[in-house]
């Protein structure tokens, strides 16, 4: 049996409470041009990294304004981060601290821009955890497709076997599953499915839950 050794996580929503953040400035750059942005419309977004946002957006408003609003609302978004906005989501920096200790390889696998995922890592002090980065740049799909977790796969040198993926939203969680990786569900702005629920290795409240699994030598061998 092949034991994890290498630890995939998302960025947004699972590590650091972005998504308030995201919707605030969203909505502001939508409503100061005359479109409405519920939280329901913001869901749709969450997970599916800044190709899509930019894709969605001029879809609604048409390529020139479209690219305003997103430009807008991601400026704004930088400001609200620079001035120290963001915190870590609950039992992040215990999980790190010990997968550290305990000699995994920690991996950001995320659909954000490589900017934002290293602005947002340093000034929530956890960058010095992390070995690698594959980021929205990286990829030519983002998820659900696979693409970001067979990149880091490909850099880590791996089987699938030996990575674990950490994940909080629907679209996230299928490009795991779709890369046939081992996956632990900590949901954030929705609430898992009864078919992820059933296809996740665990599905936990918090991201340090997992901690007595991982101490596990048999569960680490799934």
């Given at each position: 049996m092949?034991?994890?050794?290498?630890?995939f996580f998302d960025m947004d929503g699972l590590l650091i409470d972005t998504e308030a953040l995201y919707f605030e400035t969203r909505q502001a750059a939508l409503l100061a041009h005359g479109y409405p942005y519920s939280k329901e419309d913001h869901a749709a977004y969450a997970g599916r990294g800044w190709r899509y946002t930019l894709s969605?957006?001029?879809d609604l408003a048409g390529p020139?304004?479209?690219?305003?609003?997103?430009?807008?609302?991601l400026a704004t978004f930088r400001e609200g981060v620079a001035a120290g906005r963001l915190q870590l989501k609950p039992g992040v920096e215990k999980l790190l601290a010990f997968a550290k200790d305990q000699g995994y390889v920690s991996y950001i696998?995320?659909?954000s821009t490589r900017y934002n995922v290293l602005t947002m890592t340093e000034t929530t002090g956890i960058q010095p955890y992390f070995e690698a980065y594959v980021c929205g740049e990286d990829i030519e799909r983002s998820?659900?497709?696979p693409d970001v977790y067979e990149e880091a796969l490909k850099r880590a040198g791996i089987a699938r076997e030996a990575a674990l993926v950490f994940e909080d939203s629907?679209?996230?969680?299928?490009?795991?599953?779709?890369s046939g990786l081992d996956t632990v569900l900590i949901p954030d702005l929705l609430p898992a499915s009864p078919q992820m629920r059933d296809q996740a290795c665990l599905c936990l409240d918090q991201i340090d839950e997992v901690i007595p699994y991982l101490m596990d030598e048999e569960w680490r061998s799934l």
């Open positions: 092949t034991q994890k050794t290498h630890l969605r957006l001029q020139s304004q479209g690219q305003e609003i997103f430009d807008q609302a696998t995320s659909a998820k659900p497709y629907e679209s996230g969680f299928l490009s795991a599953r779709a």
